[in-house]
């Protein structure tokens, strides 16, 4: 596998939907295994992410910064993650635009203080419809 292909999905704001174009079209992947393999190489940095965020002091310096970053994210998804739960994070992560991906929703659930199995399941729910989305785009311009 392309060092290429794992960088552009563990990378914030491109993600799988980089990563899923750069795999049909540059390695000749099947469209199919493209959307798996960086659907699941971008959900890894969820935990992660969320492991960091329920370690953060709320004085920490970083906290204050991701804060800062996400304070906009956060009234945008707060109010659907208090009106439907875990699937306003599956409808935030889902939009298949930068400042919507794995990243952000993942640093959202940390801030809004959700329970880690169901932010993680939402997350990586969202991730594969945004990567259905872009893999469906893909499919109609390319012509397959």
Same mark, same amino acid.
């Given at each position: 596998?392309?060092?290429?292909?794992?960088?552009?999905?563990? @990378?914030?704001?491109?993600?799988?939907?980089?990563?899923?174009?750069?795999?049909?079209?540059?390695?000749?992947?099947?469209?199919?295994?493209?959307?798996?393999?960086?659907?699941?190489i971008?959900?890894?940095?969820?935990?992660?992410?969320?492991?960091?965020?329920?370690k953060?002091?709320?004085?920490?310096?970083?906290?204050?910064?991701?804060?800062?970053y996400?304070k906009?994210?956060?009234k945008?998804?707060k109010?659907?993650?208090?009106?439907?739960?875990?699937?306003?994070?599956i409808?935030?992560?889902?939009?298949?635009?930068p400042g919507?991906?794995?990243?952000?929703?993942?640093?959202?659930?940390?801030?809004?203080?959700?329970?880690?199995?169901?932010?993680?399941?939402?997350?990586?729910?969202?991730?594969?419809?945004a990567?259905?989305?872009?893999?469906?785009?893909?499919?109609?311009? @390319?012509?397959?």
């Amino acid at each position: 596998m392309d060092y290429w292909f794992v960088l552009l999905n563990l @990378a914030p704001t491109l993600e799988n939907r980089a990563g899923i174009i750069y795999g049909n079209a540059v390695l000749g992947m099947p469209l199919w295994l493209s959307f798996v393999l960086s659907t699941m190489i971008c959900i890894l940095v969820s935990p992660i992410i969320l492991l960091v965020m329920d370690k953060l002091d709320v004085d920490n310096v970083f906290y204050k910064l991701l804060s800062k970053y996400a304070k906009n994210k956060v009234k945008k998804a707060k109010y659907y993650v208090n009106k439907y739960g875990p699937y306003g994070i599956i409808l935030f992560v889902a939009i298949p635009l930068p400042g919507t991906g794995v990243y952000t929703g993942s640093i959202v659930a940390g801030l809004l203080g959700m329970d880690k199995k169901p932010a993680l399941i939402s997350i990586a729910i969202g991730a594969a419809i945004a990567g259905l989305i872009v893999s469906l785009g893909v499919s109609v311009w @390319a012509g397959v």
